[in-house]
């Protein structure tokens, strides 16, 4: 693997992790503004390192193909 797509999975795992528990944190009768913001910020992160790497990878699959 990669070092790109290693980094792109454990940025991906991280995010995911931190909307979990930024969400439960609290209990769920608690919740917060801030703490639904926060979650939706991480998992725009988790999906946009998700995105990243799918690119990433076509990119490279496509650049195989042309060689």
Do not use: P, Q, W
Request: charged share 15%.
């Amino acid at each position: 693997m990669k070092t790109s797509t290693r980094f792109f999975i454990l940025t991906t795992v991280v995010n995911v992790v931190l909307s979990i528990t930024t969400i439960f944190s609290t209990l769920l009768k608690e919740i917060r503004v801030v703490d639904l913001l926060t979650f939706y910020a991480t998992a725009f992160g988790a999906g946009a390192s998700v995105a990243a790497l799918v690119v990433t990878v076509i990119y490279r699959k496509k650049e195989m193909t042309n060689v």
